[in-house]
């Protein structure tokens, strides 16, 4: 083969590194990239073999990261993945630095972010993502004694407020916009999945102390340069809560721009797959949140089906279909549990910040028929973010479709975007 590697794998999370080994194992040159200085992913991020028995999934972690640095991949760390210069290349780029990787075939397992919805006060100091907030306090940050408010969806709030309670944040609550009656549905479902109910009830045990309250969300944060204080409603009564931070976050949303800028199916919101994680691009795979929300055991188990395909072993790839149905089952349930009350849509006032890149107001959307009409008339996700914030919000809340993904999908520096005419190279090991 003349490119650089058999296998290249985007994103080294729980679904890349599983796809890559498996790759490796079977005899495959397999290089695995991700834009963070260590692999891990959002769930692993941090974990040191030292201390990660300490965490729950810390097993996970020691297991799969013995076994990827026995596969013998080479991991490019810090590398991003911006562009795709011809058939078969991608273009990576490292503080400034710009390389493109061959590969023969590709897996994508490039994640999920956190979905954001704007409210009057979102953009306050000490208003967070409630991801966001984790990956600093993994990062260093001390939460000792802070006052912390939780809201928004998805069972991260959960995880999130058990990791700060630990590290000895103080929860003043966490406000689950779902009605209860769909989350109960939702744990019945879960009753042939003890594991996953088991995790939920630790979490819920060690946030025993502070209330948590279904059907509710945050209407507004308030405060002197900084949050201070937030309203909460039940969509009848409104109480106000004083807090130090803020950590809000409305579900998952994947990260589709290389998947879309590649030419993948999307269908729902999600890259479409076979059973082999085959995307309608021959030779482009894509593994864990991008197919569907579904947490760590299906990025896992998807990564390994792709790694297997990759290699031509189809038949150990076939052996985890039952498994894979079962997670993504799960995943549709939970997407259906947590989906956004149409009350959400009304919270962001004319003046409201939307865009936060590029400073546009609500006013400033409410008449654009879509987000080419918004980008043209208001550079609404145009700026930094490329419109990883605002554009999930845009969907909610205008129901826009997205536009499709233009080169380079991160933000790049002139040289390297000077350099798109060049012939790609081959990459260095
Ligand atoms: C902020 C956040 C916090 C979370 N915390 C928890 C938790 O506490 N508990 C829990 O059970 N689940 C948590 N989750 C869910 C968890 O991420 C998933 O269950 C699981 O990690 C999915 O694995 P994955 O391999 O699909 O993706 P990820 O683990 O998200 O890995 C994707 C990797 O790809 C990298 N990447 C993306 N695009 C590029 C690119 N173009 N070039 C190079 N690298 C790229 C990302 O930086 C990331 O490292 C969290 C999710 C998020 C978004």
Redesign the pocket.
């Known amino acids: 083969m003349s490119t650089g590697f058999d296998v290249v794998v985007?994103?080294?999370?729980?679904?890349?590194m599983a796809a890559a080994t498996v790759a490796a194992e079977a005899g495959r040159r397999v290089c695995v990239?991700?834009?963070?200085a260590a692999p891990g992913?959002?769930?692993w991020r941090g974990f040191r073999a030292e201390t990660a028995r300490k965490y729950p999934?810390g097993r996970g972690f020691l297991d799969w990261t013995a076994r990827f640095e026995r596969a013998g991949c080479a991991i490019w760390a810090g590398?991003?993945?911006?562009d795709q210069p011809a058939p078969g290349f991608l273009r990576l780029e490292r503080d400034g630095e710009k390389c493109d990787v061959g590969f023969g075939r590709l897996i994508l397992?490039?994640?999920?972010?956190?979905r954001f919805l704007p409210f009057p006060g979102w953009t306050l100091p000490g208003v967070m993502?409630a991801?966001?907030l984790?990956?600093l306090v993994k990062g260093g940050l001390d939460p000792k004694g802070k006052r912390v408010a939780l809201a928004g969806s998805g069972?991260?709030l959960l995880?999130?407020a058990a990791?700060l309670q630990s590290a000895g944040a103080r929860i003043v609550g966490i406000y689950e916009q779902a009605p209860l009656v769909r989350l109960a549905g939702f744990g019945l479902t879960l009753l042939g999945q003890p594991g996953k109910l088991a995790e939920g009830a630790r979490y819920r045990l060690k946030t025993r102390h502070a209330a948590y309250k279904t059907g509710c969300w945050v209407v507004q944060a308030e405060g002197r340069g900084r949050v201070e204080q937030v309203t909460v409603t039940d969509g009848r009564k409104q109480w106000k809560l004083d807090c130090d931070w803020l950590a809000c976050g409305f579900h998952?949303v994947p990260?589709l721009?290389?998947p879309r800028l590649l030419g993948c199916r999307i269908v729902r919101g999600y890259v479409a797959v076979d059973r082999l994680q085959q995307s309608s691009m021959a030779g482009v795979a894509c593994?864990?949140?991008?197919t569907g929300i579904g947490?760590?055991e299906k990025?896992l188990v998807e990564?390994q089906i792709a790694g297997w395909a990759a290699a031509g072993r189809e038949a150990e790839a076939r052996a985890l279909t039952p498994k894979r149905q079962r997670l993504q089952r799960f995943a549709l349930r939970m997407d259906r549990a947590f989906a956004l009350r149409p009350e959400l849509r009304t919270l962001a006032r004319a003046e409201t910040v939307v865009c936060r890149c590029e400073d546009v107001a609500q006013s400033a959307l409410e008449g654009c028929a879509g987000w080419r009409e918004a980008r043209l008339h208001t550079r609404c996700g145009m700026g930094a973010c490329q419109g990883r914030v605002c554009g999930a919000a845009a969907e909610f809340l205008f129901g826009w479709e997205s536009s499709g993904a233009r080169p380079p999908?991160?933000p790049a520096t002139v040289s390297t975007l000077a350099a798109e005419a060049d012939a790609p190279q081959t990459a260095r090991r």
């Open positions: 985007v994103g080294a999370g729980p679904g890349g990239l991700d834009d963070n992913g959002q769930i999934h590398w991003r993945a911006i397992a490039t994640g999920a972010r956190e993502g991801g966001g984790q990956a069972p991260l995880a999130v990791g998952l990260n721009e290389l593994v864990g949140e991008l947490g760590l990025a990564g999908v991160f």
